[in-house]
């Protein structure tokens, strides 16, 4: 932690540190020389091997919503139905780009702070099927931002491959990649989304994406219009070890600095970081009397949804917590000035969740609420070792 900084925890985007930081601000290269197509060729396979695929990966230049939009533009046709579970204001935003290009949406929105179950999203495809509109698609957020929720995603696509076998599936990972367990192939996932200023420790500018065979096979059929986001154009482009377009060589090169780290780390050990995170974060605050928003069943460790402490508003709290450094963010949608939400993603640490939580506990004894001084720390470092060693012993094991 530096003093002479604000703590920024937001659920994206997130520190860089110094080697991230100093890559980001080399020289710049030719995006059409050796030196880039190196560039692109570390990234693209430090990627595929964080996804857990062995197949396509495309870098874009655009923030994650960009990725997004590529996967509907590249897979799907107007008209085509298509299932949106959505469980919160990424979800929602998913459905809406798939409805603005002209596919037949069905959604299937559940209430935010709750994971979507897979049964619900079994029903919702037999529905589809009984009405003569088998979806083509579905389209998934693996963990919702917005509330703070991790969707089960193993057991939903599971249940989506049983009802509808040749329905693709389209994932926005966006704020899960690269922090907690995640399985493109194993779970069978056709098209999964990242972004780089999330748990990769980049600055914001790129999505990444991976695609499969049969996402390959679903974009030789799509009529959806796309340019800037044909993903055709970049997997031709990448064969010459280059972009269609310009690239943010700069995020390239930070990319490249964040992979090293990530891999010196190993990903079981950042996986393992941010539950004890996450652990730590919820005790906290609701040792701090915070009730927090999601299911706990599902609650996410990269990003934590707490209720605004009664009869405190959003701007108080905001305001004084940003007087003592701390920079959180605040609810979303129909959430907004009802919760407000911790980021505990990317270059994360215990003793990061503690500071903040100092910060929180003295703001709420200043604004006059009860807090037992010392009593969100205690909370927060007891279930940081309960989860810390179930997730040593899970890294441990052999395999
Ligand atoms: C789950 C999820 N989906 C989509 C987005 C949108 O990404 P971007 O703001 O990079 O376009 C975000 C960003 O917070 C997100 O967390």
């Given at each position: 932690m530096n003093p002479f900084e604000p703590q920024l925890r937001v659920p994206g985007p997130t520190y860089l540190p110094d080697s991230i930081r100093e890559a980001g601000s080399r020289q710049m290269i030719n995006h059409r020389g050796p030196e880039f197509a190196r560039l692109l060729e570390r990234c693209t396979s430090g990627l595929r091997a964080a996804f857990r695929t062995s197949g396509e990966i495309v870098i874009l230049t655009a923030s994650g919503t960009g990725g997004l939009e590529a996967a509907v533009v590249n897979h799907l046709s107007p008209g085509d139905p298509v299932l949106a579970v959505s469980i919160g204001a990424f979800g929602d935003r998913f459905a809406r780009i798939a409805e603005t290009y002209g596919a037949d949406v069905t959604r299937l929105s559940v209430e935010w702070g709750r994971a979507a179950e897979p049964e619900a999203v079994g029903e919702a495809l037999r529905a589809m099927a009984g009405d003569g509109?088998?979806?083509?698609a579905v389209m998934l957020t693996h963990n919702e931002t917005s509330t703070g929720v991790t969707n089960p995603v193993a057991s939903i696509a599971a249940t989506i491959r049983e009802e509808a076998p040749e329905a693709l599936i389209l994932v926005d990972g966006i704020s899960g990649l690269g922090a907690v367990p995640f399985e493109t192939d194993a779970w069978g996932l056709d098209v999964v989304v990242t972004g780089?200023?999330?748990?990769?420790?980049v600055p914001p500018g790129l999505a990444m994406l991976s695609l499969n065979e049969r996402a390959l096979a679903a974009a030789g059929r799509a009529t959806m219009p796309r340019v800037y986001f044909d993903l055709a154009a970049h997997r031709t482009s990448a064969e010459k070890g280059q972009t269609p377009w310009t690239p943010a060589v700069s995020v390239f090169f930070a990319l490249e600095a964040a992979l090293d780290l990530m891999e010196a780390e190993g990903y079981p050990a950042i996986f393992a970081r941010h539950a004890v995170c996450g652990a730590a974060a919820r005790a906290g605050l609701g040792a701090l009397g915070c009730e927090l928003f999601a299911d706990p069943a599902h609650a996410s460790d990269t990003v934590t949804a707490a209720h605004m402490p009664?009869?405190?508003?959003w701007k108080t709290f905001n305001a004084a917590l940003r007087q003592h450094g701390l920079v959180v963010a605040g609810g979303q949608g129909h959430l907004a000035g009802q919760v407000f939400r911790v980021g505990h993603l990317g270059w994360v640490g215990l003793s990061d969740i503690l500071g903040a939580l100092e910060v929180f506990e003295r703001v709420l004894a200043d604004l006059g609420r009860s807090v037992e001084r010392g009593s969100a720390l205690a909370a927060a470092a007891r279930a940081a070792n309960g989860t810390q060693a179930r997730a040593t012993n899970a890294v441990g094991a052999p395999g």
């Open positions: 509109r088998p979806a083509r780089s200023q999330k748990s990769w420790m009664a009869g405190l508003d």
